[in-house]
């Protein structure tokens, strides 16, 4: 058990495979930077793997003061015993206050054998982290706490969770939650390399075969989204939302009932249980709006919804209200987009 | 050879059917107006032991913990095929968050000669997927989470597929183990008719007490006592007697149980508000649809 310590750092685990650094861990830089500004202590990184030096000085252009690096040619692969071991000790040696996880496959796999260990709490896929004061039912403040904020019940609440007598305060943030920070190439910080005591012990598993399976479009890149709901219709009907999106020069997505009925694939999925999304210009064809499509996508800039049901929950977080059939209103957007881009060539001509 | 399998099961809200009368005007939840269910990927690990033991043999136990009531997901795992069910309950479980709640399963677990523990991905009410990692940690096995497929089991080693996210990967364990099992896994199958008729009756303590209770309203608490431990012994004696364990039973530290032993607190809850901001509502004819599009080309959105 860690004792309450005000002075902790905060810290990002840093996951990377073969060399290669998350987005997750990255996305996470920018709010520990925050959270870290307004505590006054350090923001750190911990890399664990073998041969990540490269990894560890782009962490520091993503905002870290300091990055733990933990190398062991038993840390190749990750592996739940040994990264949690190895993450455990460090977090005994230097006793942060705050530990953040990006919640991907392994995060989610790592943080709770992490917090078991440490008799810590922890708080599953957060889409938010703040810092406030919590008064407790017998009057005592504590104060700078880490706010661990998450959708819970489906979606259907948001839930603020603490923790105050039990250091450090630990969380595992969802993919695509928060902006990805520009690197700055100039900043300075401190690599540790950290002594590991790892044995073979220490990976209980032997990885027989692993298939990476590159998905099939990045949602999270596409500055502007065109996602069709069952509203569309038929998965021959959904060539209405691939060539608005070609016009666009946008990625095409979905809601998981379009999913579910065979349109389109699932890496195109939006929402809780999908990609999370913050395009310019999100355009939702067809789709109700529920509570757990909107957890992926009400970050949009701009969000334009046809629906032909005035009371689709969709328009109320819509920024232009189109009320009307899908298949009239979109080969009409279709068709001034691609006059629009007729008279450009002309005019270049 | 012969396996014996622990799966951890959970009654939960049905969170898919969440209505506005299940929201309090709080913004907290009206869990009674909640059907209560199997949490779904609990049935998938289920049938992954179940599997299992057609295959190898080996007998299934399930345990869950939670209150009476739960005494409904019990009985159905036995009509699927589970061998023996665990109700365990107490008071002192209240207010447990994930790590509390590893540490009552694991004394619970330990109690049980197993080789493999198998336990849902998540939760839906919770949607955390911790509980099954960290009771592996706690009992010092090693896990493997997102089981999609079970390749091979021999020879006291296991072989599974896994979902990592982007792709799988296929990772060989010496047993004991815990896998964290998902709805890809399998096909749940449903109640067999003979075992329906088997245990249908089959009852936990507290149900028996329970009912005694409500049909003797007026009797003294010593004589509901009484009549109560009959009908048990009377019901184990038809291997109808659904075990019921407490934290003084399976020897848990009161320190790391219930409000005391979780560090994590609720700070605040909010029901979600959906953000009206300014809307503009766009005719869906020509004219409408081009002066919005310009209106975006204008302000950069679009190229
Ligand atoms: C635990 C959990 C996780 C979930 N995760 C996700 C998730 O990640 N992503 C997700 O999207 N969903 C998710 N869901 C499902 C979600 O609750 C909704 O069921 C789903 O988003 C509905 O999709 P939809 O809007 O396409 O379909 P519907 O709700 O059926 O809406 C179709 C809409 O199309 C409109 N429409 C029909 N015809 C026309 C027409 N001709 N012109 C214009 N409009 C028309 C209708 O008015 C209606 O509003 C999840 C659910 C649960 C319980």
């Known amino acids: 058990m860690i004792d309450v310590n005000r002075q902790g750092e905060v810290w990002v685990f840093a996951e990377q495979h073969n060399g290669h650094l998350e987005d997750t861990p990255i996305e996470l830089m920018s709010r520990a930077r925050r959270l870290a500004d307004t505590l006054g202590v350090k923001l750190a990184a911990a890399v664990l793997g073998n041969g990540a030096r490269d990894i560890a000085a782009k962490l520091i252009h993503y905002g870290a003061d300091k990055v733990y690096l933990a190398e062991h040619p038993l840390l190749v692969a990750y592996q739940t015993n040994s990264y949690a071991k190895v993450i455990f000790d460090l977090i005994h040696k230097h006793k942060p206050q705050i530990v953040l996880y990006g919640a991907t496959a392994a995060g989610r796999d790592l943080a709770p054998r992490v917090a078991s260990a440490a008799k810590a709490g922890l708080t599953a896929d957060c889409t938010d982290l703040q810092i406030g004061d919590h008064k407790t039912t017998d009057g005592d403040t504590h104060k700078n706490l880490l706010f661990q904020i998450r959708p819970a019940f489906g979606g259907n609440i948001i839930a603020t969770i603490i923790n105050y007598d039990r250091w450090p305060q630990m969380a595992t943030v969802r993919e695509g939650v928060m902006p990805m920070p520009e690197p700055d190439v100039g900043r300075k910080g401190e690599i540790i390399q950290e002594k590991v005591q790892i044995s073979q012990q220490d990976l209980p598993l032997e990885i027989l075969e692993e298939h990476k399976r590159p998905k099939k479009v990045n949602l999270k890149a596409a500055r502007i989204i065109v996602a069709g709901g069952a509203g569309v219709g038929s998965k021959d009907n959904f060539k209405l939302v691939w060539d608005l999106a070609n016009c666009l020069g946008a990625a095409p997505a979905a809601t998981r009932a379009a999913v579910d009925l065979g349109f389109i694939d699932s890496d195109h999925q939006v929402g809780q249980t999908g990609t999370t999304v913050r395009p310019s210009l999100y355009i939702a064809v067809g789709i109700s709006g529920a509570i757990q499509h909107q957890a992926g996508m009400s970050g949009s800039q701009k969000i334009i919804a046809i629906n032909n049901d005035p009371g689709a929950p969709i328009f109320q977080i819509a920024h232009y209200k189109i009320l009307g059939d899908l298949n009239v209103v979109v080969p009409k957007m279709i068709k001034t987009l691609r006059e629009k881009s007729i008279k450009e060539e002309k005019a270049e001509a | ?303």
């Not at chain 2, 099961?9 to 059917?17: F, G, N, Y």
């Not at chain 2, 096995?141 to 990592?164: F, G, H, M, S, W």
Request: glycine content about 6%.
């Open chain 2, 1 to 303: 050879m012969a396996y014996n399998c622990v799966v951890l099961i959970k009654q939960v809200p049905d969170t898919k059917r969440i209505t506005g009368k299940a929201m309090n005007d709080d913004g907290t939840v009206n869990r009674s107006a909640l059907p209560a269910i199997f949490n779904p990927e609990d049935l998938n690990a289920l049938e992954l032991a179940l599997q299992i033991k057609d295959k190898f043999g080996g007998k299934i136990t399930v345990i869950t913990m939670g209150l009476p009531a739960a005494g409904a997901i019990l009985r159905d795992s036995l009509f699927r095929g589970a061998d023996e069910a665990i109700l365990l309950t107490d008071a002192k479980c209240a207010a447990s968050d994930t790590l509390a709640t590893s540490y009552i399963l694991s004394c619970a677990v330990k109690k049980i000669d197993y080789d493999i523990v198998l336990c849902g991905r998540q939760a839906i009410d919770g949607d955390t997927a911790q509980v099954g990692p960290q009771l592996a940690e706690k009992l010092g096995v090693p896990q493997i989470t997102y089981v999609e497929e079970l390749i091979e089991l021999n020879d006291k080693t296991i072989t599974a597929r896994r979902n990592i996210g982007a792709g799988w990967q296929q990772v060989k364990a010496k047993l004991p183990v815990l896998l964290t099992v998902t709805a890809d896994a399998n096909e749940p199958r449903v109640a067999a008719a003979k075992k329906m008729m088997k245990y249908k009756n089959a009852r936990t303590p507290i149900e028996v007490e329970q009912k005694i209770k409500l049909e003797n309203a007026e009797a003294a608490e010593a004589d509901i006592k009484k009549l109560a431990e009959h009908k048990c012994s009377e019901l184990e004696k038809k291997g109808l007697l659904i075990k019921q364990w407490n934290l003084d039973f399976v020897g848990a530290d009161l320190t790391w149980c219930g409000r005391n032993g979780s560090p994590t607190k609720v700070h605040r809850i909010q029901s979600v508000v959906l953000a009206s901001k300014e809307t503009k509502s766009i005719e869906p004819n020509d004219r409408g649809i081009s002066d919005m599009i310009h209106e975006l080309i204008e302000d950069k959105i679009i190229a």
